[in-house]
Nanobody, 121 residues
Framework: QVQLVESGGGLVQPGGSLRLSCAASGSISSLNLMSWYRQAPGKERELVATITNGGSTSYADSVKGRFTTSRDNAKYTVYLQMNSLKPEDTAVYYC???????????????WGQGTQVTVSS
C-alpha cells in the first residue's frame, strides 16, 4: 500500500517561514513527478510547485522567489520551503506524486492527506 504523508504545517506570522515535508512509503519501484498543491477556503485547488525526478522545478507566479521545492530520491521525500509568508498563502497544502509501485506496470497518481498552513498575526 503506497501512501504519501505530509508534515510541517502550522501557524506562522506574516513574513515567517515554514518547511513542509512529504514522504512516500510502501512498495515503491520509482517516483516520477512530485508536486505541491494548495486549497484555500472557498477556492479551487491550485498548483504551487513541481519537481521532476531529475530535479527540474517550476512554480506558480504567486510563490516565485519565496517558495523552493526540493526532493531526496533516496528517502522518497519532497520538501517545500516557504519563506516570506503572506496571509494569502493560508491554505491546506497537498502533496502529489506519480508513483510506480512494485509489481505494477503503470505509474499512478497519489495524494497526501493535506497539512494546514495558516499565516496570521
Amino acid at each position: 500500500q503506497v501512501q504519501l504523508v505530509e508534515s510541517g504545517g502550522g501557524l506562522v506570522q506574516p513574513g515567517g517561514s515554514l518547511r513542509l515535508s512529504c514522504a512516500a512509503s510502501g512498495s515503491i519501484s520509482s517516483l516520477n513527478l512530485m508536486s505541491w498543491y494548495r486549497q484555500a477556503p472557498g477556492k479551487e485547488r491550485e498548483l504551487v510547485a513541481t519537481i521532476t525526478n531529475g530535479g527540474s522545478t517550476s512554480y506558480a507566479d504567486s510563490v516565485k522567489g519565496r517558495f523552493t521545492t526540493s526532493r531526496d530520491n533516496a528517502k522518497y521525500t519532497v520538501y517545500l520551503q516557504m519563506n516570506s509568508l503572506k496571509p494569502e498563502d493560508t491554505a491546506v497544502y497537498y502533496c502529489y506524486a506519480d508513483i510506480l509501485s512494485s509489481g505494477s506496470y503503470h505509474y499512478r497518481n497519489y495524494w497526501g492527506q493535506g497539512t494546514q498552513v495558516t499565516v496570521s498575526s
